[in-house]
């Protein structure tokens, strides 16, 4: 049995659709639904079990839960950027991978979990996946350092040897539709098309970066899901991984992608930036993805106007789920 947390989530779900395609549903879904459209995601997943959040973390708090595992993919977490309550991170996030990775680690269960890029902060110290760098990181928000916290502690125990941590740079596709504000720019702007025509960018405020430059590291969720999974197979790889492309591209190119793939004449307005967000915006992101070709990760990964087109395309329009 394979346990994926947040298995109703964005990613996760994701997770299960490619392990289904793989011929594996012998799946274990742990996910908090509450009162959203979350639960659309796993329509047409084949799974064995479903579990609250709570009542899993009990179980395996309590040693009550008595199924065979080979592997725990811990993509359950709080991933709000803007989220405020300090507090509710550190139980979510840390705490509760803490408890979930000592489990997996006393009984040699794979151990795979999301990390973050947002562990970089803004970028002063590049972006390359090398624990012993992991000290000098500055994350900006408290989302950011949860997840800098949990990497730590396997650090500091001698613990991140044995497990894999994977670091999500900006991460698009279907199933994503549930996240509100916590969207990729790709869906917040398909929508805006259909209602006015038109996308908003904000302009820039570096003397670097001309408006819509500014650059990311946008990475299609199928290709996140391959690298994460690239892990399952090959138990003997462990540490921190960069999980994005390689290859920084402007807000510009993803919208004009979008506007192509939807057969629309590109129409961008750029817009002032929230006084809030100026200092702590990052202007620049690029996965070093080195490490994980050199683990022995060959699959090639989606440009941006391949993943874009598959989105809009063969979801958005259609307006289908993975699994579906």
């Not at 899993?56 to 040693?63: D, H, K, Q, V």
């Not at 670091?167 to 990729?184: A, L, W």
């Not at 209602?195 to 990311?216: A, M």
């Not at 070093?288 to 395309?313: F, H, Q």
């Amino acid at each position: 049995m394979i346990v994926i947390t947040g298995g109703a989530g964005f990613i996760g779900s994701a997770a299960a659709w490619r392990l289904n395609e793989m011929g594996r549903d012998d799946l274990i879904l742990v996910d908090e639904l509450r009162t959203g459209e979350k639960w659309k995601n796993l329509v047409g997943l084949r799974y064995s079990e479903f579990f609250h959040k709570d009542d899993f973390l009990e179980m395996i708090s309590n040693n009550e839960f008595d199924i065979e595992l080979e592997a725990i993919i811990h993509l359950g977490a709080c991933s709000a950027t803007t989220e405020k309550d300090a507090d509710y991170l550190m139980d979510n996030n840390v705490k509760y991978s803490q408890i979930l990775a000592s489990y997996a680690l006393e009984r040699g269960i794979r151990f795979i979990y999301a990390s973050s890029a947002a562990t970089y902060g803004d970028g002063d110290f590049g972006y390359d996946d090398n624990e012993n760098e992991m000290g000098k990181l500055r994350p900006l928000n408290m989302y950011g350092y949860s997840k800098h916290l949990f990497d730590s502690w396997l650090k500091n125990n001698g613990l991140l040897n044995q497990v894999v941590g994977v670091k999500y740079f900006n991460v698009y596709g279907p199933n994503e539709y549930h996240k509100g504000d916590m969207r990729s720019v790709v869906h917040k702007a398909f929508g805006q098309i259909n209602e006015t025509g038109k996308v908003n960018l904000f302009k820039s405020y570096h003397p670097e970066y001309g408006d819509g430059e500014q650059k990311r590291d946008f990475i299609y969720v199928k290709d996140a899901v391959d690298m994460t999974l690239f892990f399952l197979d090959n138990k003997k790889i462990n540490g921190l991984f960069n999980l994005g492309t390689g290859n920084a591209r402007t807000w510009n190119d993803l919208v004009t992608a979008l506007f192509n793939a939807m057969d629309k004449t590109v129409n961008i307005e750029y817009i002032e930036m929230p006084e809030q967000l100026r200092g702590k915006y990052q202007y620049f992101t690029q996965a070093n993805m080195d490490k994980i070709r050199s683990a022995g990760y060959t699959k090639p990964i989606s440009s941006l106007e391949e993943g874009i087109t598959d989105y809009v395309k063969e979801y958005l329009l259609k307006k289908e789920f993975l699994g579906y």
